[in-house]
Nanobody
Framework: QVQLVESGGGLVQPGGSLRLSCAASGNILSIYDMGWYRQAPGKERELVATISSGGVTNVVDSVKGRFTISRDNARKTVYLQMDGLKPEDTAVYYC??????????????WGQGTLVTVSS
């Protein structure tokens, strides 16, 4: 069974930092784009950042300069380093990965979500 498992969320004060991790597991042949999305209370899920298998990144303007996405292909893991956190960054953060797996071919998977709360 292919799954994405996230970790690293929690409560942090404004200006603080957190690092989210998301590890893929299962009969995975290749992982293509990986990314982070977030959903704040009462709002739709939105893109935060993506990274290709070759390391090309895309970060939305609202977090540019504060958030950094990276990945370790050997560990099948994507990270989101979040610095200078603001209360408006409070949300459930989800990782996403596009991959090919044994038997089923192309799949897109979501993590279960990890809550980030920025508050004093």
């Amino acid at each position: 069974q292919v799954q994405l498992v996230e970790s690293g969320g929690g409560l942090v004060q404004p200006g603080g930092s957190l690092r989210l991790s998301c590890a893929a597991s299962g009969n995975i042949l290749s992982i293509y784009d990986m990314g982070w999305y977030r959903q704040a209370p009462g709002k739709e899920r939105e893109l935060v950042a993506t990274i290709s298998s070759g390391g090309v990144t895309n970060v939305v303007d609202s977090v540019k300069g504060r958030f950094t996405i990276s990945r370790d292909n050997a560990r099948k893991t994507v990270y989101l380093q979040m610095d200078g956190l603001k209360p408006e960054d409070t949300a459930v953060y989800y990782c996403n990965a596009q991959m090919t797996v044994i038997r089923y071919g192309y799949l897109e998977r979501w993590g279960q979500g990890t809550l980030v709360t920025v508050s004093s």
